[in-house]
């Protein structure tokens, strides 16, 4: 995890996207933003990516702003606790993420 977050740190600020990133121990969730370009890029090296597989794309639309800048890659830390994991992730995920995402991370954060 420490490496796949300093590659995508310097290279999300190089392509000027952010985003996030969860992993619970089997699989990862992540959501990415920036200019239609540069994500088409990304998305193509990640799939090529042999440290992971069975990519899928769960949402995938315009938008007018990110819904967060200030992370060029964040990881999101579950709680240890599956009760908690709710709140805790609600807690940390930015108020401007679409309505839709945020129920996959909440979803997905509740997944053992
Ligand atoms: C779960 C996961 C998430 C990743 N996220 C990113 C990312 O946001 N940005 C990125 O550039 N690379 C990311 N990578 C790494 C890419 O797949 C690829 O290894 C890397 O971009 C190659 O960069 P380099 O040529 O600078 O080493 C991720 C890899 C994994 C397994």
Redesign the pocket.
């Known amino acids: 995890m420490a490496a ?2 300093a ?6 600020a190089t ?1 000027g ?1 952010t ?1 996030f ?1 969860l ?1 619970n121990g089997r699989n ?1 969730l ?1 959501m ?1 933003e920036g200019q239609q370009a540069e994500l088409i890029v ?1 998305m193509n ?2 799939a ?2 042999r ?2 597989h069975g990519m899928v794309r769960l949402y995938d639309r315009p938008t007018q702003q990110r819904a967060c800048p200030e992370w060029a ?1 964040e990881r999101l830390w579950l709680a240890d606790d599956p009760a908690e994991r709710r709140d805790a992730v609600e807690a940390i995920l930015p108020g401007a993420l679409e309505p839709e995402i945020r129920q996959m991370v909440v979803n997905f954060s509740r997944l053992n």
């Open positions: 796949i977050l590659t995508a740190v310097r290279n999300n392509n996207i985003g990133l992993y990862f992540q990415i990304l090296r990640l090529r990516d440290r992971h890659m």
